[in-house]
């Protein structure tokens, strides 16, 4: 991974201090610290166009667990010919809960591990209604439930909060500015000595930042053009 596009948390929090004038004070530091993990995952979710991808081994009982940093499905399929052939979500499927000598099993007798057989036709990920590779997102149990696909790695696809349970957290450099932002803003939010005319202008330089990311962010002219194209060649045909 080439990581001269990011920077740490460390960094960041550090950089945040200094533009503050608080340099040197170690509970301003970790203050800082909780306020960029907030907005991090924030930004992540509704203005970082940065899908994370993970390869998931299926269990015995046709599941995935989700990542740590899991915040929002994106989606679940397999690669196929140079492309991610995705699943069709099924809400209605069976969530697993059989057990045998304390060890997670499927139960057919209870409906799980079976087949749905509805609009079926061979192949990997074929569109919609038609796919016969189904999926059920289990939050409760932190899971994916897979039907109709041998136990193989799916790829996932999703939207992570962007902090590492395990390693060091890298943030991209584009999204430096609008947390330095954001920290300046939480600083003051719920600080009664401060007016409300201050917070406001922290509040609208954070927004401002952040609109800057969703501009950076959004697809080119030509990518509408060619997304509009598409649209046209899978029309009726005459």
Not at 49 to 64: H, Q, R, T, W
Not at 98 to 106: E, H, Q, R, S
């Amino acid at each position: 991974m080439d990581l001269k596009g990011y920077v740490t948390i460390r960094q960041l929090a550090n950089s945040a201090i200094e533009q503050m004038g608080k340099k040197g004070e170690m509970s301003m530091y970790f203050k800082m610290v909780r306020y960029i993990i907030r907005g991090y995952k924030g930004l992540n979710q509704f203005s970082l166009n940065m899908p994370k991808m993970a390869k998931l081994a299926m269990n015995n009982i046709n599941c995935v667990d989700l990542p740590d940093d899991y915040m929002q499905f994106v989606s679940l399929g397999i690669p196929y010919k140079g492309r991610v052939w995705t699943f069709t979500r099924e809400d209605r499927l069976i969530t697993p809960d059989g057990v045998v000598c304390g060890v997670d099993t499927l139960s057919t007798a209870a409906g799980e591990n079976t087949t749905i057989g509805l609009s079926q036709v061979s192949g990997y990920g074929v569109g919609g209604g038609n796919n016969e590779y189904y999926y059920k997102l289990d939050l409760p149990g932190n899971r994916i439930i897979i039907n109709g696909f041998p136990k193989v790695t799916v790829t996932l696809h999703y939207i992570s909060s962007g902090i590492s349970m395990d390693s060091e957290t890298w943030i991209p450099r584009i999204a430096e500015e609008a947390l330095i932002a954001w920290c300046q803003w939480q600083r003051v939010v719920y600080d009664d000595s401060v007016p409300g005319s201050i917070k406001a202008q922290y509040k609208q330089e954070y927004i401002e930042k952040e609109n800057e990311i969703k501009f950076t962010e959004m697809p080119t002219l030509d990518e509408f053009y060619d997304a509009i194209y598409e649209t046209f060649t899978q029309g009726l045909k005459r």
